[in-house]
């Protein structure tokens, strides 16, 4: 086992679902490891946030870039040397707010990047304001009384930009969770993975979550796109997880 902890004091709340995040990647990366990925060729980059702090707590390269901005980062690094495996991660507000052009963009060329969203629907390092995901009626640090906004939908967004790889998963499972990680890495071309991740502190989702969730059938057809899209859609009280749609393309590093 490959121990990738570094010396960094770890600054998140006690108890933070980020941990189990943390978790699923290192242990995502032994695994990668093993099967020839080599680790002075992995990069991490990061945004600003408390996702954003994850880097600091991986022994691998990695780049912290701006809020927003994480995806630009991560697709210029990409360009730049395409023998590089290179992992984005991000926050909700950060993926899906500030950097919202960035992502359409980036899967719209199908960039050979990963794209890890720690998605607690809420403007976490903040304090607690309203993300393009938090829940209508979400009570925060600048909605006291109650979001009146309908939540975005980004997997939505992101199938029709033109993503080749989506899935969703749930911190509260590393084991699985890393099981999709491998897969997005694997990947070739843009690959994202939004992650329910509950902020226990301004937005705990834990028991509202734990019930709803389940994992597609080992049968479900990933390389059909209305099928994805139906799902992803679904006005239903379930959340699936899971990769949903997975397709190959010509990435935008071997085209340049
Ligand atoms: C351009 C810019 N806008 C705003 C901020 C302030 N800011 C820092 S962290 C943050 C919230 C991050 O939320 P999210 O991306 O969801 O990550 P989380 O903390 O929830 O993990 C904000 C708004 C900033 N640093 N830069
Ligand atoms: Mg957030």
């Known amino acids: 086992m490959i121990d990738f902890s570094t010396k ?19 242990n995502a990366l032994n695994d990668l490891a093993g099967e020839g990925y080599s680790k002075d060729n ?38 730049g040397n395409p023998n590089l495996t290179v992992v984005s991660f991000a926050g909700d ?23 890890f969203v720690h998605n607690n629907q809420v ?3 903040t304090t607690g304001q309203v993300t393009p995901t938090s829940p209508k009626g979400y009570r925060g640090r600048s909605t006291p009384f109650g979001s009146p906004e309908e939540p975005l939908n980004p997997l939505a967004v992101l199938l029709a930009s033109g993503a080749t790889f989506i899935a969703r998963a749930w911190a509260l499972d590393p084991d699985k969770l890393k099981e999709i990680m491998k897969r997005a890495v694997k990947h070739k071309g ?3 993975v939004d992650i329910i991740q509950p902020c226990i502190t301004f937005s705990d989702t834990r028991a509202h979550f734990k019930d709803k969730v389940f994992y597609l059938d080992q049968n479900w057809p990933t ?8 799902k992803i859609r679904e006005n239903s009280d379930k959340v699936p997880l899971g990769v949903i749609y997975e ?10």
């Open 8 to 26: 960094a004091k770890n600054t998140w709340c006690p108890g933070c679902t980020n941990f189990s995040i943390l978790a699923a990647f290192k």
């Open 123 to 125: 403007f976490g390092l």
């Open 93 to 115: 507000g950060d993926a899906y707010a500030e950097g919202m052009e960035h992502l359409v963009h980036a899967a719209k060329r199908n960039a050979n990047i990963t794209l």
């Open 247 to 256: 397709i190959n393309k010509p990435v935008f590093e071997e085209q340049l």
């Open 190 to 192: 843009f690959s994202i």
């Open 223 to 230: 390389n059909d796109w209305s099928k994805a899209m139906q």
């Open 42 to 79: 992995f990069v991490m980059v990061a945004g600003i946030g408390c996702h954003g702090k994850i880097p600091d707590y991986v022994d691998i390269n990695s780049f912290m870039s701006l809020h927003g901005r994480d995806v630009a980062s991560a697709e210029g690094i990409k360009a």
